[in-house]
């Protein structure tokens, strides 16, 4: 079974930086890209970012380009999102998961960014 544990979320201000990290089990872990997901309040769950088994290639949400930054290390079955120059609308959950991904969810990390 799919298992997703995102963690380092927290307040910040506007200009600040944050780093999530998710441990992911149930799957092959370098076998598969993995994503990050966010949901804002009263909004559908956005792509944010992906990065392939390799980590050698990450796609971005336009949203988040040239702020934030996706990596991996497989011998830890680990992603990370590293989120520089923060805006208020970056204020959601954040999640990880698979690509394509599994029906089994995290608890998601929330994100606040106060202006």
């Known amino acids: 079974q799919v298992q997703l544990v995102e963690s380092g979320g927290g307040l910040v201000q506007a200009g600040g930086s944050l780093r999530l990290s998710c441990v992911a089990s149930g799957r092959t872990f370098s076998n598969y890209v993995m994503g990050w997901f966010r949901q804002a309040p009263g909004k559908e769950r956005e792509f944010v970012a992906r990065?392939?088994?390799?980590?050698?290639?990450?796609l971005y949400a336009d949203s988040v380009k040239g702020r934030f930054a996706i990596s991996r290390d497989n011998a830890k079955n680990t992603v990370y999102l590293q989120m520089n120059s923060l805006k208020p609308e970056d204020t959601a959950v954040y999640y990880c998961?698979?690509?394509?991904?599994?029906?089994?969810w995290g608890q998601g990390t929330q994100v606040t960014v106060s202006s």
């Open positions: 998961n698979f690509h394509p991904p599994s029906p089994d």
């Open positions: 990065i392939t088994w390799s980590g050698l290639s990450a």
